[in-house]
């Protein structure tokens, strides 16, 4: 599994230590790492166990795409699309993509700074596919619906399915994952941050 980092922390706070792109705003504050609940190979195989899971949903990976959230989801999306192309291999993979949901999100005028969306990439239609969209924390869930708003605006999936790496729970929307790495509780106060690499538990200082 290639290894990239991921953000510091959940995409849904407004104080979090974030990558500075996303929504103009700039690291401040530095994160300070307390537990490590995840190494790199137990994500290695919770990964693998998701790639199981969305192959035993979907019975096939014939129509299957895998959308990664920019910036988190990118790099478990394509860690899962590795894992489902060596649970079964398929004539040139799993087709990957990466979606951007800046200006879908309901607080967009409550964020300060502007707003610097990353790029989406979706190389491949989404009508009548099954979308598995990926992220690598679930908070709110103001992010994903986002998302969703974001993958729509390409086409009309049949389905849309949710994998994340790992639920911390505080969910403010009623959604939630069709596959998951780890629930995590955690206080609100806390927070994550998640890279290929280990899963961490800590506080922004």
């Given at each position: 599994m290639t290894t990239t980092p991921g953000p510091a922390s959940d995409h849904d706070t407004p104080d979090e230590s974030i990558d500075s792109n996303v929504f103009g705003r700039r690291q401040q504050r530095a994160f300070v790492a307390r537990t490590l609940v995840l190494t790199g190979?137990?994500?290695q195989r919770a990964v693998r166990r998701m790639g199981h899971e969305i192959l035993e949903r979907n019975a096939s990976l014939d129509d299957v795409v895998v959308i990664g959230l920019e910036r988190g989801g990118v790099p478990i999306a394509r860690a899962i699309a590795a894992a489902l192309d060596q649970i079964e291999p398929t004539a040139g993979g799993v087709p990957v993509g990466s979606v951007d949901a800046s200006f879908h999100r309901d607080d967009l005028g409550s964020q300060p700074g502007s707003i610097i969306p990353a790029?989406?990439?979706?190389?491949?239609?989404?009508?009548d596919r099954h979308v598995v969209l990926c992220d690598d924390v679930l908070f709110t869930g103001r992010?994903?619906?986002a998302a969703l708003?974001?993958?729509?605006?390409?086409?009309?999936p049949r389905s849309i399915q949710l994998a994340v790496l790992v639920d911390r729970g505080h969910r403010e929307l009623p959604i939630r994952p069709d596959y998951v790495g780890k629930n995590l509780p955690t206080a609100r106060n806390e927070s994550v941050r998640v890279s290929l690499d280990g899963v961490e538990i800590g506080e922004l200082t």
């Open positions: 190979e137990e994500i790029v989406t990439q979706l190389p491949f239609a989404v009508d992010t994903v619906r708003d974001a993958v729509t605006d390409f086409g009309r």
